[in-house]
């Protein structure tokens, strides 16, 4: 078969790859310098027309053309090294050379070799086609220009962002990684540095993929972030492997672990305490903290198999992106994980994750979309499964061609996330099917129950969310129309001792509607997704019409209620969706891996999210640090504070977030303090967002002394207040009680359940009573009726007072069974006795009521008078230590006996104490703030 290349390229052009393939082989003694060339476009084009024809996926096209492109950088590089060794006596072709795949010559070592086989293809040419020489040479160099033109663009671009004349001398060959750990999913890239290559010696990042096997053999590089242990074969999976097996065995925190990542820095204790894991040999998980360390020690065991099994260069280097909203407390949690094993970074080197979708895109978006992007500000609206993160950013390239950037806000920690929409859907529309199949709907069912049951939806919920998206960015028309998606995924929820196993849930498009308004409606105060947006825009005091454009990053993105909600809000912006949403940010991480530990640059700073702010006795508020401050910061002083009285000991400074929104402490400085000394305020944020403040005091004549240094880490999701923060330690020692295979008849777990009721009853939260000793002390009857009658549950109350009662008959439950009946019943006169009888004080009382009322005066007074006396008994030995209702019972009887002095002094104590509460409600004193001197005239 006679061919020339441009019967080749047409061959090429039908898509006809296996005739191109075999044409080539007429060509003797050659193997790469054409053959390569055409090749790799044909399978070039060969990608191209699969993508534009829906053949393969977005992803798969876009790995198999970076590995085109890495492979071909491959051998160009490879080539650069020889140039100067390859004999050019007769034919001068430059570059064209270079190209050449010098591992096929390798074992032609005599010197002009390559020249004379090239010369052969050229004589080979003129004779049998008379083509000329100058053509032929313009028909490879046309050859190279086409294939430079399809991989140059990212090549140059990446070039530019590492200059590779500036790298780090002691690097040597090096593979940079980039993990992307996310709520729901994880995703790894790599790029790889060859020191001793010529100009393109960093390869483009691309995503690792891992083998799978359950429910079937697949290699994917979006990673499940999840856990699952198998109790038949003992055998524990991660990824697709835990996500795809068994799934109606699937009991969350029992065998199963998701969506931990948000859970980090939460000090929380052992929540798993059901957990099959729970002390095994290599792998116990009993709380968050725990299932994040061993997904992510299986993932790094994963990665280092597939560096050695490819070849990559066995020097790594790691970095980690994190929410932009991830507060000091996760951060640390991440931290602490990372380096038991194995990985050693700090806090200079992770990357927010918009800002890393942002640097990837620098080098991925087309070139005239980065010249249109240069000097504007981009939004970057990373919406995930556990976050909306914003970041607000300005880059530009300078004439050199390297980049610089700008970053101006990022959005605080906000607690939305795709999977926010997913409990939304669950508790909205799945969980009253639930309760309807399971014929649970008249039973009294706690909150944790309750969040118990919505996990266990939660997975069914994001694959109807799903499908309806994918339908409706298909066919639009179905918006809020009874039109339907259904799955029949089967799904296993254990609630109150028994499984369930349910199938054939579905979710119409109106329902669906409903839903997404929720989040995508500004009037909805708790959880929306413009609440970040309208933060970082005033965080970088800028308005929507100021924003240029958006780019969309995270897989919620692909929501057409989320896309239409933006384009609606920015009307001057325009919208860029890259055309791999999920990729953007772990590819964008190991891009800054190599900055970072390549070129020893940070290109994209993080800042701070919210301002910091204290409050002074005059009521004005001073910012410690404002939004939108690079991390970490420099040193600012705040001078001329002063106290507000002579011969202070005490100087209270209130720190709040966002301006007065927040209260977050108040440090106390104890002391002797003058109005005549002067007080300055020296502040800054290191890079795990930290805030340190030093004060100064100087007093008259003398120099300035810093008295107290302070540090507390603002940037927190649970702001508790000092009753929250006690049940959430009384909780801890809960779980870890739990954890060690205790249950509620235990008498450390029983004194615990009964505190923390205590605690909640005292600020009223008798719901919250109630539910404590469902959950933990499920046989406590008494206590459980007490709260449900308390907590307006006043049917689940009479049903436990019955069981207190035939379970364990003394003065409580037969007075507590006797509230059930009427007064003027026999029931409640004959229980009301027994509890007498019992010797319980509310019997005494009103059994010797009831006496009263029947014509037994006498005898009633000694009912009474006998628990009047025990009560007063308690009262004396302790006045400010009886139970609320107590006070309320004795204060009662007081009056009814004529005790005057006793119950003036009885209301007393309890005003007293009502007072010591209010205070303790106020956990400051304005008086004790700081101001400026200037201020003390007006005060």
């Not at 939806?457 to 066919?475: G, T």
């Amino acid at each position: 078969m006679n061919t020339t290349l441009e019967s080749i390229k047409e061959l090429i052009s039908k898509g006809l790859t296996l005739e191109a393939i075999q044409a080539l082989r007429i060509y003797p003694n050659i193997t790469s310098f054409a053959d390569n060339i055409i090749l790799y476009s044909a399978r070039l084009y060969d990608a191209d027309e699969a993508k534009r024809k829906d053949i393969i996926s977005t992803d798969k096209y876009l790995r198999l053309k970076n590995q085109i492109n890495n492979h071909l950088l491959e051998i160009i590089n490879t080539l650069k090294k020889d140039q100067n060794s390859q004999s050019t006596d007769t034919l001068q072709y430059g570059d064209e050379y270079i190209k050449m795949n010098h591992e096929r010559w390798q074992e032609q070592t005599i010197d002009g070799e390559l020249t004379k086989l090239v010369q052969e293809l050229l004589d080979k040419e003129k004779q049998n086609f008379e083509i000329k020489e100058a053509k032929l040479r313009a028909e490879f160099k046309h050859e190279i220009e086409v294939l430079s033109g399809k991989i140059s663009t990212e090549l140059i671009r990446l070039n530019n962002l590492f200059p590779t004349s500036k790298f780090k001398q002691d690097i040597p060959d090096s593979t940079f990684v980039g993990i992307d750990f996310g709520t729901s999913n994880t995703i790894v890239s790599f790029l790889c540095y060859y020191k001793d290559r010529k100009d393109f010696n960093i390869t483009l990042p691309q995503t690792i993929e891992l083998p799978f096997h359950k429910p079937k053999q697949v290699e994917e590089f979006i990673i499940p972030s999840a856990i699952y242990y198998n109790e038949e074969n003992k055998q524990i999976y991660y990824g697709i492997d835990a996500k795809g097996q068994n799934k109606t065995d699937h009991i969350e925190g029992k065998n199963y672990w998701s969506s931990f990542k948000t859970r980090l820095g939460i000090d929380e204790g052992g929540i798993f305490y059901n957990s099959l894991l729970k002390g095994h040999s290599t792998t116990t998980i009993v709380n968050p903290t725990q299932a994040a360390e061993a997904f992510l020690l299986w993932l790094k065991t994963q990665l280092e198999t597939y560096i050695a099994e490819n070849r990559l260069p066995q020097n790594v280097y790691y970095t980690v992106s994190i929410p932009a909203s991830f507060n000091s407390n996760k951060r640390e949690a991440y931290l602490n994980i990372l380096k038991k094993i194995g990985i050693e970074i700090n806090s200079t080197v992770l990357i927010d994750e918009p800002n890393a979708a942002f640097l990837h895109c620098l080098i991925s978006l087309p070139k005239e979309k980065i010249k249109a992007l240069q000097r504007q500000h981009i939004l970057v609206f990373d919406f995930g499964a556990g976050t909306c993160d914003i970041s607000i950013v300005e880059f530009w390239e300078q004439s050199s061609g390297i980049i610089h950037s700008k970053n101006y806000s990022t959005s605080s920690d906000n607690l939305l996330g795709g999977d926010n929409i997913d409990f939304k859907i669950a508790e909205d529309i799945l969980y009253d099917y639930f309760l309807e199949q399971t014929k649970n709907q008249d039973k009294y069912i706690t909150q944790e129950q309750k969040q118990a049951i919505l996990n266990g939806l939660k997975e069914v919920a994001e694959q109807l969310k799903i499908a309806a998206c994918n339908r409706l960015n298909k066919k639009p028309s179905l918006k809020n129309t009874e039109n339907s998606v259904a799955t029949d995924e089967k799904v296993v929820i254990e609630f109150k001792g028994k499984a369930y196993n349910l199938a054939e849930f579905e979710l119409s498009f109106s329902d669906f509607d409903a839903i997404m308004n929720i989040f995508c409606a500004k009037s909805n105060k708790e959880s929306n997704i413009f609440l970040p947006i309208e933060a970082a825009l005033q965080n970088a005091k800028m308005l929507p019409s100021d924003i240029d454009y958006v780019l969309l990053i995270g897989g919620s993105c692909k929501n057409p209620y989320i896309k239409t909600a933006l384009d609606e809000f920015f009307t001057e912006a325009e919208l860029i969706e890259p055309e791999n949403l999920q990729t953007q940010v772990s590819k964008g991480t190991a891009l800054n891996t190599a900055l970072i530990y390549g070129l020893g640059t940070n290109v994209m700073d993080p800042v701070v999210s919210e301002s910091i702010s204290f409050q002074m006795f005059d009521g004005g508020f001073v910012t410690l640090i404002e939004a939108g401050t690079s991390i970490p910061s420099k040193d600012f002083r705040l001078t001329g504070f002063s106290v507000l009285e002579s011969d202070q000991t005490q100087i209270e400074i209130p720190i709040y977030a966002s301006g007065t929104q927040k209260m977050l402490a108040n440090h106390r400085i104890i002391g002797k303090f003058s109005i005549e000394d002067t007080f300055d305020l020296v502040v800054k944020v290191d890079h795990n967002k930290t805030i340190h403040l030093d004060v100064y005091q100087t007093k008259q004549g003398a120099t300035s002394t810093k008295i107290e240094s302070i540090s507390f880490m603002p940037y927190s999701s649970l702001i508790l207040s000092p009753y929250r923060r006690q049940v959430k330690n009384l909780e801890r020692k809960l779980f870890e009680l739990l954890a060690q295979g205790l249950d509620h008849s235990n008498y450390n777990v029983k004194s615990i359940v009964r505190e923390i009721a205590d605690l909640h009853e005292s600020h009223k939260s008798h719901q919250e009573s109630l539910d404590i000793f469902l959950n933990y002390a499920p046989t406590n009857y008494a206590n459980i009726a007490y709260y449900a009658e308390k907590a307006f549950q006043y049917k689940l109350s009479s049903e436990y007072t019955k069981k207190a009662y035939e379970n364990d008959k003394d003065g409580v439950s037969a007075y507590n069974y006797a509230n059930e009946f009427a007064k003027t019943s026999v029931e409640y006169q004959k229980l009301m006795k027994e509890s007498a009888d019992f010797g319980y004080l509310s019997g005494l009382y009103e059994y010797g009521i009831i006496l009263h009322q029947t014509g037994h005066k006498q005898e009633g007074d000694v009912y009474i008078q006998k628990a009047f006396e025990k009560l007063q008994t308690k009262f004396i030995n302790n006045p400010k230590n009886l139970m609320p209702w107590e006070y309320i019972r004795l204060l009662k009887m007081a009056k009814y006996l004529k005790e005057d002095e006793k119950v003036a002094e009885i209301e007393k104590i309890i005003k007293e104490l009502e007072k010591e509460r209010a205070r303790e409600r106020n956990i400051v004193n304005e008086r004790n703030f700081l101001g400026k001197k200037s201020a003390l005239e007006d005060i």
